[in-house]
């Protein structure tokens, strides 16, 4: 068996935190390794090792030095954005990040594990 995909997840919300640990607390190839409110704390944590950030989208737009600071340290960094929001401006920001997912939080416990298991290992 393939070692399990070590997840970050960063948001603000404890909230989405726990939504998230519930989402993939029953899958034996995804592994939450840390979880943390903002970039710039991931930063200061600083994981062993970690394969995929799932992040909310604004957390990304806010920080974008500590995003480019995590995927020069963690080479094959995997990003896969979340957001509560709908329209073409979320659409943009996407692309500008260059994320490797996208997840509507309204969907999140039916399309985040299929997102995560797509991404390249």
Known sequence: MAEPLRVVIVDAF??????IAS???GTADLRIV????????????????????????RACVAQPLALA???GQYAGLRLVVTTANHGTEYQDAVERLAV??????????????????RLPH
């Open 69 to 71: 600071q995590l995927r």
């Open 23 to 25: 989402v993939l607390g």
């Open 34 to 57: 840390e979880h943390v409110r903002s970039l710039s704390e991931l930063w200061s944590v600083k994981p062993a090792a970690i394969d995929v950030v799932v992040a909310d989208l």
């Open 100 to 117: 490797d997912g996208f997840v509507q939080k309204t969907e999140l416990a039916d399309v985040l594990v299929t997102t995560l298991r």
């Open 14 to 19: 404890p909230e989405m935190h726990l939504a």
